[in-house]
Each structure stands twice: as C-alpha cells, then as structure tokens.
C-alpha cells in the first residue's frame, strides 16, 4: 500500500520508516510469528476414507459424514482387493485410443506407434486427419487390417469390442461398409484349445445426411456361460474388413470386459 495511506490511520508517526512497500512491524503492525514459532497441530488430518462416499440423503449431515464414510471403509477396501493384483487396479480394457478426446495425444504419430503394437497386417489402411477428425482410414477397396492381442494372466476377460466410427456422405464415401471380426484363439492350458471361436458385425459409413457424425457399435463377445469371451491366457484376433466402398474411417477402439 502507499505511505500516504499508512500516514492517514498512525498517531506516532516517529516511529514510521520511510517506506513505499512491504510489511514493517514497528509500523505499529503486529510482529509476523517466526516458523519455528508456530504453532503445531495436535494430528495429522485424517486421509480421505477409501471407496465411495456415503449417500446424499436427510439423514446426512456435516457431523456424521466422517464416521459414515469411515464405517464402509474396510468393506470397499476388501472388495478392492479382488479387483487389484499387487496394489495395483486391473484395467478394464486390454486396449483403448479415442481420437480427439481430451485425454488422448493429439499427435498422430503417437496414436500409429500404439496401433502399430498390435497391427498383424494392413493392406490400404492409414491415420488421416482431414477437417480436425483424427482416424484410422480405409483409403481403397477391400482394404483389410488386423490386430492381435496376448490376454495376461491376471487381466480380466474380455467381452466388448466397441468401435467408434465416422458416418459421412458423398461420393467418397458411398456404399461405405466395414466387417468387423473377432477369432478367439484359447490358450494351450484350455480344454478347447481346438476350439476357435468367432463372431462379426457389418458397419455402415455412409449416411444420407449432409454431415460428419460419430457413431459406436458394439461387438459382444461372451454370449453365454459356456462362451465367455476371450479369457486369461488366450489370443484375441480383431479383423477389420472393407466390404463395402472404398471409404472408412474408425475413430476410437475399446476392447474391455464390459
């Protein structure tokens, strides 16, 4: 603050330094504690209670909150631990990219090097980035790619594989349709290692709408208790195949076990 302001509200101002800025006690301001004089807590806060708060209802308040929270602590913790190995959350997904989300790189060379971990064979597929869209594009007919992933021992099995994909319009993009294919190969400790197991669905890019959209479609791959999708241990082959156009583009893959 200026002096002028600090010469309107002091009496004795024979003992005001000569100052334009900062803090001086004999200013007739208090002393600043030195850090060795502060005071010190009885405790240490309390963590934050692990698992989800209780809920929100008339019978909640500030005073109960805490104990509330405290009281299902050990049960969300033992729940947890069927769901984590050494410490550590299983993911839910053995693989995941969405093009353009918040939480993705936005470099397209980071996205090829992650796709390029697991791509078997490609043959007409590449990243574009034409009007912002970032994707995975099929740039001629019958063009055709694979991806092959080892399921860890301790990873969860997986049931879902979710494609996001871009419908458009136009010449380019007329007749547009892509087959997606899963081929679940059991590993060598399961009974039937001899039998592979596979499911598809049919996908359209093209629409009749003049606009760019963004669609989902799921592939479900446990359909019963005899066939839970790919588990521990297996080998998952994902195919994507033109079958349709010359034109396609995918936008997000999510392989999970939900």
């Not at 629409?207 to 208790?225: C, R, V």
Request: net charge negative; proline share 7%; aromatic share 10%.
């Amino acid at each position: 603050l200026p002096t002028s302001h600090f010469l309107e509200h002091i009496h004795d101002q024979s003992t005001f330094t000569n100052w334009t800025s900062g803090y001086d006690h004999t200013a007739r301001l208090p002393e600043l504690l030195k850090n060795d004089t502060m005071p010190k807590l009885p405790r240490l806060p309390h963590h934050v209670p692990f698992g989800l708060p209780p809920i929100l209802n008339k019978n909640l308040t500030l005073d109960n909150i805490s104990s509330q929270w405290r009281a299902t602590e050990t049960s969300a913790m033992a729940f947890a631990q069927t769901e984590c190995i050494d410490g550590n959350p299983t993911p839910p997904c053995i693989f995941s990219f969405l093009a353009g989300s918040v939480d993705s790189n936005p470099n397209p060379n980071f996205l090829k090097k992650k796709l390029n971990k697991f791509i078997t064979q490609n043959e007409g597929w590449d990243l574009t980035w034409d009007y912002g869209k970032l994707g995975f594009e099929a740039q001629q007919h019958n063009a055709s790619f694979a991806m092959e992933f080892d399921i860890k021992e301790h990873a969860k099995p997986v049931k879902v594989v979710n494609v996001m994909f871009m419908k458009s319009y136009g010449e380019k993009w007329e007749g547009s349709e892509l087959r997606v294919h899963t081929t679940i190969i059991p590993s060598t400790k399961s009974t039937d290692i001899l039998n592979n197991r596979t499911t598809s669905i049919d996908v359209l890019g093209f629409h009749g709408k003049n606009t760019s959209e963004i669609f989902s479609q799921k592939l479900i791959l446990d359909k019963d208790e005899e066939d839970p999708g790919a588990k521990p241990n297996d080998r998952l082959r994902v195919q994507f195949d033109m079958i349709g156009g010359a034109t396609f583009k995918i936008t997000g893959l999510m392989i999970c076990d939900h």
